[in-house]
Nanobody, 121 residues
Framework: QVQLVESGGGLVQPGGSLRLSCAAS????????MGWYRQAPGKQRELVAM???????NYADSVKGRFTSSRDNAENMVYLQMNSLKPEDTAVYHC???????????????WGKGTLVTVSS
């Protein structure tokens, strides 16, 4: 089990950018996938991005072309670069880990408490 701590959220105007960071308490080298999900008030959880240890990343259609997820296995860090932000991106963003390919594609083993992103003018 790894503990995950997110940072980098805040208030940004529409069209702006933010970079979220996620620090893991242990090695993420062997973890199958690391990623981000978001939860907006009154809405279902949405898996935003998932970066696999082989290097590829899957994105939700709602963020494709605007968000970039990456992982630094040497530093045990995960990042989410968010560009061209829209008001509908407002949510609490959580980092998560999926340790193995077993189970459903969106199963999560560990997750952090989240960081709030507010997109508003």
């Amino acid at each position: 089990q790894v503990q995950l701590v997110e940072s980098g959220g805040g208030l940004v105007q529409p069209g702006g950018s933010l970079r979220l960071s996620c620090a893991a308490s242990g090695s993420i080298f062997s973890i199958y996938a690391m990623g981000w999900y978001r939860q907006a008030p009154g809405k279902q959880r949405e898996l935003v991005a998932m970066t696999f240890n082989a290097g590829s990343t899957n994105y939700a259609d709602s963020v494709k072309g605007r968000f970039t997820s990456s992982r630094d296995n040497a530093e045990n860090m995960v990042y989410l670069q968010m560009n061209s932000l829209k008001p509908e991106d407002t949510a609490v963003y959580h980092c998560f880990s999926k340790r193995t390919p077993r189970g459903a594609w969106d199963d999560m083993d560990d997750w952090g408490k989240g960081t709030l992103v507010t997109v508003s003018s």
